[in-house]
T-cell receptor, first 112, second 116 residues
Framework: DAKTTQPNSMESNEEEPVHLPCNHS???????IHWYRQLPSQGPEYVIH???SNVNNRMASLAIAEDRKSSTLILHRATLRDAAVYYC?????????????FGAGTRLFVKA | NAGVMQNPRHLVRRRGQEARLRCSPM?????VYWYRQLPEEGLKFMVY????????ESGMPKERFSAEFPKEGPSILRIQQVVRGDSAAYFC??????????????FGAGSRLTVL
């Protein structure tokens, strides 16, 4: 499994953009990059994923470095509801993809 | 679409009793995963099942824990002779298939076990 490095915590002001970085220098060529988040006292929820190209959805954008050794999750306008732990997870595109391994993640604090 | 349903949401057991946690995957999903989250810690993979088969149980404690996903009905995580250290949130996730890293997991709200 590819190892990931994320900041333990980050802080943002409400209504401002947030860039959450993730290093995954040992990622393999077939690993997809997934992001999940876990709000307090809730189960994790899917945010976004990508392989090589940048991706956008209604929740966030995912910017993937050209060498794929790092990625950044972008929340365009943080709200108080976005306060959560964010997990960056490389997921094997081959047969081992089932074993989604969660690291420590980044705890995002959003100030009003 | 009801999503992944877990029950009970909260369960209290005394030491030595059995705990049974149930998980109904999303409609159309045939793959189930169980995770455990100890207080103030991260999510730890426990087991991955398909209908009637355990595919990977490398994260399951060797004793007292078992999981099943029968042909009919929900997946069940069973903990025998519970101890205080089993107190945790147990999350179930499901996916449509596992053959590609693009597959997305959908999680339930979790079952919180407290052992007195």
């Amino acid at each position: 499994d590819a190892k990931t490095t994320q900041p333990n915590s980050m802080e943002s002001n409400e209504e401002e953009p947030v860039h959450l970085p993730c290093n995954h220098s040992t990622i393999s060529g077939t690993d997809y990059i997934h992001w999940y988040r876990q709000l307090p006292s809730q189960g994790p929820e899917y945010v976004i994923h990508g392989l090589t190209s940048n991706v956008n959805n209604r929740m966030a954008s995912l910017a993937i470095a050209e060498d794929r050794k790092s990625s950044t999750l972008i929340l365009h306008r943080a709200t108080l509801r976005d306060a959560a732990v964010y997990y960056c997870i490389p997921r094997d595109g081959g047969t081992g993809g089932f074993k989604t391994i969660f690291g420590a993640g980044t705890r995002l604090f959003v100030k009003a | 679409n009801a999503g992944v349903m877990q029950n009970p949401r909260h369960l209290v057991r005394r030491r030595g009793q059995e705990a049974r946690l149930r998980c109904s995957p999303m409609k159309g999903h045939s793959h189930v995963y169980w995770y455990r989250q100890l207080p103030e810690e991260g999510l730890k993979f426990m087991v991955y099942l398909q209908k009637e088969n355990i595919i990977d149980e490398s994260g399951m404690p060797k004793e007292r824990f078992s999981a099943e996903f029968p042909k009919e009905g929900p997946s069940i995580l069973r903990i025998q002779q519970v101890v205080r250290g089993d107190s945790a949130a147990y999350f179930c996730a499901s996916s449509r298939s596992s053959g590609t890293g693009a597959n997305v997991l959908t999680f339930g709200a979790g079952s919180r076990l407290t052992v007195l």
